[in-house]
């Protein structure tokens, strides 16, 4: 039976197998003969062994070209077996439907093609996420991948519900792009950038939070049941519309217990003397976790403190070094937040 052979047409490619040295594919090859699967569409092939075995086998059909031969076999691929019989009734070799997508495809099919890209979008603000409510805002942002017929649309929260609206139409086209819208009124804002299909199919987004600010004022953060008086005086030469004036023998304004939304606090401090010698200057400070700013007030004056809020909670202290005069202290202001409460 020399130059014996057994082919089984696949899709793609067509793999034969044979021994390794043209030898007979018989009962007679010695059990761990070399074999040698080779590939008719591709310059591959597979090495393995034939041995006997005695498996039973009830398969479906593969022309087999040779003479009559009976027994089973068995091919070794990478520790899985593909197993062969042939019978003495035909001249056809039969191999497992089952094993041949089980065993042969995974191991031989060819590669499949590489998957497209997915598309994807990236953006940030240009100025960074925290802004004036109402202000306009600058979006940079690149495409990368995008599908034929797809389109890209720049949607952000709206309302009291929040929920994504369209505000742009962006150019379908991969690259860098940049867009200007306006901000919205204070809070927190979801934008994002959608990827979409032909059937408005999402098909890849990218979105960040934008904080608008406004001010509140100051009396936001004045404590329950703490004694406060407003009100209007005139301070060297100067009217002072205040919102709190404290005894000049007490230390904090206020003092809050919990983080706020707020950057930034804007404060005018004035000192009037009431009656005696209060020539001094007396010090006001903003006190936060890890950092304070201060400011000293002389009498008879007003002055300004701004500082950055972190977010953490703060105090408004003056009087932070009283003098044995009594020179009342007036503080008036207003702090930036995304949130109305200052919360």
Not at 218 to 244: A, C, D, E, V
Not at 287 to 292: D, W
Request: glycine share 8%.
């Amino acid at each position: 039976m020399s130059g014996l052979s057994g082919q089984r047409r696949l899709q793609h490619p067509t793999w034969v197998l044979q021994p390794a040295d043209e030898t007979d594919l018989s009962m007679d090859a010695g059990a761990g003969a070399p074999a040698v699967l080779h590939s008719a569409s591709h310059s591959q092939q597979r090495r393995g062994s034939v041995k006997k075995t005695g498996l039973p086998a009830q398969f479906g059909r593969s022309v087999f070209a040779g003479k009559e031969v009976s027994g089973s076999l068995t091919f070794k691929i990478h520790s899985r077996d593909l197993h062969i019989t042939l019978t003495r009734r035909t001249m056809r070799l039969r191999i497992g439907a089952a094993l041949i997508a089980a065993t042969m495809l995974p191991l031989f099919a060819a590669p499949a093609a590489d998957a497209a890209p997915a598309p994807s979008a990236s953006w940030a603000f240009s100025n960074g996420p925290r802004v004036n409510a109402s202000s306009k805002v600058t979006l940079n942002y690149s495409i990368a991948n995008l599908p034929k017929g797809s389109h890209v649309e720049l949607r952000r929260e709206a309302g009291s519900s929040h929920t994504y609206k369209t505000i742009n139409t962006l150019k379908a086209a991969n690259g860098k792009g940049s867009v200007t819208t306006t901000a919205p009124t204070q809070g927190r804002w979801g934008y994002r950038i959608y990827i979409l299909n032909s059937n408005n199919a999402k098909l890849a987004e990218a979105g960040h939070y934008l904080y608008a600010y406004s001010n509140v004022s100051i009396t936001k953060f004045f404590n329950p049941g703490q004694h406060y008086t407003s009100g209007s005086i005139t301070i060297g030469n100067r009217l002072m519309q205040y919102k709190t004036m404290p005894f000049w023998t007490e230390k904090d304004v206020f003092a809050t217990s919990q983080k706020n939304t707020c950057r930034s606090i804007s404060l005018q401090i004035g000192r009037l003397r009431d009656y005696g010698n209060a020539t001094g200057k007396r010090t006001v400070k903003v006190v936060q976790t890890s950092t304070s700013a201060s400011v000293k007030v002389p009498y008879n004056s007003i002055t300004t403190l701004s500082t950055k809020l972190t977010g953490s909670a703060f105090a408004l202290h003056v009087n932070e070094d009283p003098d044995s005069s009594a020179a009342t202290t007036y503080a008036t202001g207003t702090a930036s937040c995304y949130t109305a409460s200052g919360f």
